[in-house]
Nanobody
Framework: QVQVVESGGGLVQAGDSLRLSCAPSGRAFATYAMGWFRQVSGKEREFVAAITWRNGNKNYADSVKGRFTISRDGPSNTMFLQMNNLKPEDTAVYYC????????????????????WGQGTQVTVSS
């Protein structure tokens, strides 16, 4: 069974930083791209950032550009999301996602691109 597991969420104040991590668990899989989505209860799921594994191309939502940085460690298949200057509106459950195939039927900002989803980690930013 393949899983991706997030870690690093927590409660911080506005202006603080957090670093999320995501690593595979279970059977190894090839990776075309990995990314992060977030969701607030009662609202639509929102794309945050994505990175392609082979060439490291990065893609960000406008709301996090300049504050969040996505990166990956190839050998360990681990992905990171460095979140700086956090704002209360960043409060959400953050989900790690992985696309092992790279069929590119949808853009990396589209949730339908991703096969594997983590359980989510809560990020809460107080004002």
């Amino acid at each position: 069974q393949v899983q991706v597991v997030e870690s690093g969420g927590g409660l911080v104040q506005a202006g603080d930083s957090l670093r999320l991590s995501c690593a595979p668990s279970g059977r190894a899989f090839a990776t075309y791209a990995m990314g992060w989505f977030r969701q607030v209860s009662g609202k639509e799921r929102e794309f945050v950032a994505a990175i392609t594994w082979r060439n490291g191309n990065k893609n960000y939502a406008d709301s996090v550009k300049g504050r969040f940085t996505i990166s990956r460690d190839g050998p360990s298949n681990t992905m990171f999301l460095q979140m700086n200057n956090l704002k209360p509106e960043d409060t959400a459950v953050y989900y790690c996602v992985a696309d092992p195939y790279g069929r590119r039927e949808y853009s990396l900002q589209d949730a339908r691109s991703y096969v594997y989803w983590g359980q989510g980690t809560q990020v809460t930013v107080s004002s």
